[in-house]
């Protein structure tokens, strides 16, 4: 029988949905390959706004494994996550999120269900946002609130985002499009057609806290010795030119 050696990883085009199910053990890794989701999720949890009513209804669009609901325990919401990879929210059903197997563009929910539609880091990822968001408009009642960051389609974005963050060792290759990333303006207007007035601002990591990170990945001893090893904070930034949060209220 032929020598059978070790099984190289499969190699899958841009922003495939199959690379989550070869990542699924890097979710909840604060130092993995999803590291910048985490810090992400603590930034588009404080957007959100105390629960207004019992019983009221956070839908995250584009959950993955649940990396928000650590932030809005206590807050008084039903987290409701949908995601396309089951593998993701099996994970996030163990952390209290109440899990739908979906599409973005086709949420299986009622309109007007949602005190609050997230959708974090996902635009980027779905051949048709504004379908995405016209379904996350939909489900969101009169007067509840959509807090969502994205890439913006800018030159400087796919510079930073794709060809130089895919340099650092851990940072899955491929796991971004560039061509599907959403310019903000264009976002800001699809909202209005919805009846949402979204303002964006731009963010991002703490260049002393982001250091600091990758000097403890490269160095994991001398981060535990010295005690550097907080991840960075997510920031406003004068520019929307790369990473943008945005948050807004449905009219009525």
């Excluded at 400087?156 to 310019?183: K, N, T, Y």
């Excluded at 009846?195 to 964006?200: E, T």
């Amino acid at each position: 029988m032929p020598h059978q050696g070790p099984v190289p990883p499969r190699v899958l085009p841009r922003n495939d949905p199959r690379q989550y199910d070869d990542l699924v053990d890097e979710w909840w890794r604060p130092d993995g390959a999803f590291a910048m989701l985490h810090w992400l999720a603590t930034a588009r949890a404080a957007l959100v706004p105390p629960a207004r009513r019992p019983g009221a209804l956070l839908v995250d669009v584009g959950c993955g494994a649940g990396l928000l609901a650590p932030h809005l325990a206590g807050r008084g919401y039903r987290h409701v996550g949908v995601d396309l990879t089951r593998s993701a929210l099996a994970q996030a059903a163990t952390h209290g999120v109440t899990v739908v197997n979906g599409d973005a563009a086709a949420l299986p929910l009622a309109d007007g269900c949602a005190d609050v539609v997230t959708a974090g880091e996902l635009l980027e990822h779905v051949p048709d946002w504004r379908a995405a968001v016209a379904e996350a408009c939909r489900v969101l009642a009169p007067g509840g609130t959509l807090v969502l960051d994205t890439l913006n389609a800018t030159a400087l974005s796919r510079l930073l985002a794709v060809r130089v963050a895919e340099l650092f060792r851990g940072v899955p290759r491929g796991i971004h499009d560039p061509r599907l990333f959403v310019d903000s303006r264009a976002l800001v207007a699809e909202c209005a057609r919805h009846g949402v007035r979204l303002r964006i601002r731009g963010v991002r990591p703490t260049v002393v806290g982001t250091g600091r990170w990758l000097l403890g990945r490269a160095y994991p001893a001398l981060a535990r010795r010295t005690g550097r090893t907080a991840p960075p904070r997510i920031v406003p930034t004068w520019s929307s030119a790369v990473l943008y949060q945005g948050r807004g209220v449905k009219d009525g």
